[in-house]
């Protein structure tokens, strides 16, 4: 057996092997998988933008117009009439002084990150935060402090604990991705005002779910102009695909000249970008479709708090039902999927250990009558397998907590961000 047969056979047995799975089709609320038909429930396509008709007409037309691909970097001979047109509705949408677009949300925290703090400098980082932003905090060389999830008395902490002399980053996600919660946005703008540190905020799942026209949780909570940078991605409420860093003119040019994933990666494509400038254009022209996700999250929310989950109500569209172990988790996607409902498993190292779950995405182009019906097909598929629906909180504060979190002022937080599938794998195998 090769050593790469032998790995992804652990992968198999511990519960944590991956498989890509074949949809047919354009992301809307029911999708051929696999060549079967289910309602797709794990969607980041929140607004049904993605497969919107003007959104698919306007990204055609840019492929007619200027080509399908950007043909190099931003900085050598990428940036297009395009790039620059969606930059500057992008900020003004924002309020804020200027736009960069990047290639992704991976590239963009990457990238920003990187540029904004290094060797000598701190991170302060939510534990809870997204893949990407562990990522660039990890390459950028800087120290980094994980302070408990949206825990603002626990970042006070490690900031007096850990401010040094460098330059001082705190980043968050917006609303948490495999969660749906918000960060304390006010205490962490507040706290870095008092500790002189840099905020960044990826608003990657709040764009199109909060905020005045779907603006973001940073206008939501009135903090526009009062966060350094504020990173947006194209992928998910904007149905498309690439990034954008809404901040100052002065770090927008600091980022073009020091963030690597931006120099030395190709620009997003014409059609990414028109496709983006649709979606923007149709949801300030129709700020009701954000209306109808709350809809939909209160129906899905509402459906599933009578069949027994502890959901509570709320117009969040990210419901994880929390299962526990990875491989129960894995049962239950399969029951449900049985059953024509499509929520896929989250496991570690996306999720921390023993908190595997099913990471449901509501929806605007969902009926009620879909989501009702997709609440019920879960609920039974938990009791069929003998798993409780009542046991599957959605608050992260169910999370088993770890020892050392016990106490705020007696614990030390952890110094690096800590999941990654090698870890993973080496937990399992000690015990
Ligand atoms: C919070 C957060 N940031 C960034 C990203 C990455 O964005 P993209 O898919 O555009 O690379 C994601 C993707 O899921 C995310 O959840």
Redesign the pocket.
């Known amino acids: 057996m090769s050593e790469i047969e032998a790995r992804l056979a652990e992968l198999e047995q511990l519960g944590l092997h991956r498989r890509l799975r074949l949809i047919s089709g354009p992301q809307g609320p029911r999708v051929l998988l696999d060549g079967k038909p289910v309602l797709l429930l794990c969607s ?1 396509n929140y607004l049904g933008l993605a497969d919107h008709p003007r959104v698919r007409e306007a990204a055609a037309e840019a492929a007619m117009r200027w080509g399908v691909g950007a043909g190099a970097s931003r900085l050598v001979s990428g940036t297009m009439t395009i790039h620059r047109r969606l930059e500057e509705r992008l900020a003004e949408w924002e309020g804020s002084e200027s736009c960069v677009l990047f290639g ?6 990457i990238g920003v990150i990187g540029a904004l703090a290094g060797k000598g400098d701190t991170i302060f980082s939510d534990e809870l ?2 893949a ?2 562990i990522d660039g905090a990890r390459l950028s060389k800087a120290q980094v402090v994980v302070y408990r999830h949206a825990d603002s008395e626990h970042l006070h902490w490690c900031l007096r604990r850990h401010g040094g002399t460098g330059r001082q980053l705190i980043v968050t ?1 917006a ?3 495999m969660d749906g919660d918000i960060a304390p946005l006010q205490d962490i703008v507040e706290l870095a005002q008092e500790h002189g540190a840099r905020t960044i905020v ?1 608003e ?2 709040a764009t199109g779910l909060l905020g005045p026209g779907g603006r973001g949780a940073v206008a939501e909570a009135g903090l526009q102009g009062e966060v350094d940078v504020l ?1 947006g ?4 409420s904007l149905g498309s ?3 954008y860093v809404c901040t100052s003119a002065e770090l927008s040019d600091y980022l073009i000249n020091t963030a690597r994933s931006l120099i030395f990666s190709t620009a997003p494509g014409p059609p990414a970008i028109a496709g983006a400038l649709a979606a923007l254009d149709l949801l300030q022209e129709r700020p009701h479709r954000v209306e109808r996700l709350h809809a939909a999250a209160r129906a899905l929310r509402g459906a599933l708090a009578k069949e027994g989950f502890p959901i509570e109500p709320s117009e969040m569209p990210i419901v994880p039902l929390v299962v526990g172990e990875e491989r129960d988790a894995l049962r239950m996607c399969k029951a449900a999927l049985s059953k024509g409902v499509f929520a896929q498993a989250i496991r570690p190292p996306t999720v921390p250990a023993g908190t595997s779950r099913l990471r449901l995405a509501a929806m605007a182009s969902h009926t009620p009558v879909e989501l009702r019906q997709a609440a019920k097909t879960l609920g039974e598929a938990a009791r069929t397998l003998g798993l409780d629906p009542a046991s599957m909180g959605s608050r992260p504060a169910n999370r088993p907590r770890r020892p050392e979190e016990e106490d705020v002022d007696q614990q030390e937080p952890a110094m690096d961000a800590p999941f990654d599938i090698e870890r993973e794998i080496r937990i399992r195998r000690a015990a």
Request: no cysteine.
């Open positions: 980041n992704s949300g991976y590239l963009a925290n935060n997204h990407s932003i996600d609303v948490f991705s990826d990657a799942h990173i991605t194209l992928s998910k695909y690439g990034a």
